[in-house]
Nanobody, 120 residues
Framework: VQLVESGGGMVQPGGSLRLSCAAS????????MSWVRQASGKGPEWVSE????????YYADSVKGRFTISRDNAKNTLYLQMNSLKPEDTAVYYC??????????????WGQGTQVTVSS
């Protein structure tokens, strides 16, 4: 199983970035997917979730209206479009997969993270 995030980097306040998370080794289309971030010296913060079929999305109040989560089940890829970025969005962003194996065993997987830095 692999979750590989990409697309992080440094951007000025007000800028945009698009994160991607490429999944392999499990049935991506049956797993709910989330983005979680962790700023230096702070605990993890849930950012957004999209359910398996992509019909429902959820956002933390801190990112609502600025971030958009999406997925392409044909490409086994999760996305996070981040607009109007603020310095407080600076963090390592992780993607998370949550679901069940065909024999109903719960599984949760994490990527290695990608750094997002918002600074002038």
């Amino acid at each position: 199983v692999q979750l590989v995030e990409s697309g992080g980097g440094m951007v000025q306040p007000g800028g945009s970035l698009r994160l991607s998370c490429a999944a392999s080794g499990f049935t991506f289309s049956t797993y709910d997917m989330s983005w979680v971030r962790q700023a230096s010296g702070k605990g993890p913060e849930w950012v957004s979730e999209i359910i398996a079929d992509g019909r429902n999305t959820y956002y933390a109040d801190s990112v609502k209206g600025r971030f958009t989560i999406s997925r392409d089940n044909a490409k086994n890829t999760l996305y996070l479009q981040m607009n109007s970025l603020k310095p407080e969005d600076t963090a390592v962003y992780y993607c998370n997969a949550d679901g069940e194996t065909p024999n109903k065993i719960h599984r949760a997987y994490w990527g290695q993270g990608t750094q997002v830095t918002v600074s002038s």
